[in-house]
């Protein structure tokens, strides 16, 4: 069984707004910017990761976690967003039906198109990208993966869902929970870092983090630890 059985289930509340086609090695460029010069030539500026040195063990784990989960989150952000999105337009023009058999059919229309429009972009997700989209799927809608499948599929369809779901270590009720997951508060502090940074449409999510309160939390539990991160 492979992983795009999984999102197949859930492709219904997906889109994306980017088709680029990434080099292996320009992956872990920063930015990129494109130059045309006078004389017709291209030219690409690359800005690859910094180099750190003179670091503790700790630092250096901290910062290798903080970068893969970066590139993570620039790769399944955009899902989360048209999540939240679709749900909340598949909502508006569900309510203006008046039968179930309308209801059936739009919701047919609808998953036919999204499947032959981003199907084959959301099967290249590994394992992990899927577990780190299940949490801001929840961060963004106040919903678990597997309630939003149950609502508008069946329950039926959400049981297996979330079995096949368990085969790859994908649990679609995740919760996403900055107060008690440390993975989840370093995601909340690199999203915020991204929105500021302008490579993602940081939104606020759909329920109070009460994030002061997370950060204190994290500082009583860890101390002055590496694995601390130091924000504002």
């Known amino acids: 069984m492979k992983m795009k059985k999984i999102f197949g ?20 460029a920063d930015s990129l910017r494109t130059n045309v010069l006078d004389d017709g030539d291209i030219e690409k500026e690359f800005m690859l990761p910094e180099m750190h040195i003179n670091f503790s063990k700790e630092d250096i784990e901290r910062m290798k976690i903080q970068s893969i989960l970066r590139r993570r989150i620039l790769r399944v952000y955009p899902y989360a967003l048209m ?7 598949l909502n508006e023009n569900m309510a203006k039906m008046e039968t179930n058999s309308e209801k059936r059919k739009y919701l047919k229309k609808t998953e036919k198109y999204l499947k032959e429009q981003f199907e084959d972009r959301l099967k290249k997700l590994s394992r992990k ?25 069946s329950g039926w369809s959400a049981f297996w869902s979330q079995q096949t779901a368990k085969l790859f270590d994908i649990n679609l009720k995740t919760v ?10 370093y995601i909340e502090i690199l999203l915020k870092e991204l929105g500021d940074e302008g490579k993602i449409d940081y939104r606020e999510a759909a329920r109070n983090l009460n994030m002061p309160q997370v950060k204190a939390n994290w500082k ?13």
């Open 220 to 232: 009583k539990k860890l101390g002055e630890s590496g694995y601390y991160p130091v924000t504002e």
């Open 83 to 89: 999540t939240s999105d679709n749900l909340t337009i």
């Open 9 to 28: 289930l859930i492709i219904l509340l997906f889109s994306i707004t980017s088709n680029a086609q990434v080099y292996d090695w320009e992956k872990y």
């Open 176 to 185: 996403y929970a900055p107060n008690d997951v440390l993975e989840d508060f």
């Open 129 to 153: 990208d899927g577990q780190i989209l299940v949490k801001l799927i929840n961060r963004q809608t106040n919903k678990t993966t597997f309630a939003l499948v149950k609502d508008i599929k």
